[in-house]
């Protein structure tokens, strides 16, 4: 008589200080501006089994935003962007994780930002093999990108410009490099 095998899940919590949630948009049409949010929360619960059986969460604080730049972060923080004071985080739950024959993940879940939630796709490399750190932690990584729109998303403010164009790209391109402790 065998025993079935269960599945080889384990529960992984990101470290804010080795952790990035950052995003660039096109500005003027002509430059990239690029920002973070500071503060990465998430919980991978992963199947070392079957890494399609993993599902994540994720939560950043909307006040957060930083670009560099004071007077536009402020402007972002407002009414006109990310509204934070009506909605002070930006979520993810992922739905689904899909093998891709380059190796990568594909990571379906539910972004929700500004009040509106939509399903988004990232492509994940990872995670990395745990590795111990020199307190004796157990730590993975991964890295995700996704592209969105942001007026899919409520975040609709704009100028014209003078010569043609838009002050603010509608695509904006988001990357995370988050590093997870075992819990």
């Known amino acids: 008589m065998s025993a079935s095998v269960l599945p ?3 529960t992984w919590t990101a470290d804010p200080a080795h952790s990035a949630a950052e995003f660039k948009v096109k ?3 002509i430059s990239n501006v690029k920002g973070r949010f500071g503060g990465v929360r998430a919980t991978l619960e992963l199947d070392a089994e ?19 730049e004071p007077q536009r972060d402020a402007h972002l923080r ?10 002070p985080v930006l979520s993810f739950a992922s739905r689904g994780v899909a093998r891709r024959d380059d ?6 879940g539910d972004l929700t930002m500004h009040g509106v939630t939509r399903q988004v796709v990232f492509s994940v490399e990872g995670p990395s093999d745990p590795a111990r750190d020199p307190w004796g ?7 995700a990108t996704a592209k969105i729109n942001r007026k899919d998303f409520g ?24 590093q997870f402790l075992k819990s």
């Open 8 to 10: 080889q899940t384990t």
């Open 155 to 178: 975040l609709n403010w704009n100028a014209a410009l003078e010569t043609g164009g838009i002050l603010v790209g509608e695509e904006v391109a988001i990357h995370l490099d988050v």
């Open 103 to 108: 190796g990568s993940l594909a990571v379906t």
């Open 137 to 143: 932690k157990e730590r993975i990584g991964l890295s």
């Open 50 to 68: 079957d890494v399609t059986r993993s599902r994540v969460e994720a939560e950043l604080d909307a006040a957060s935003i930083a670009t560099g």
């Open 27 to 29: 500005h003027m049409m």
């Open 78 to 87: 407002s009414a006109d962007f990310f509204d934070v004071e009506k909605f």
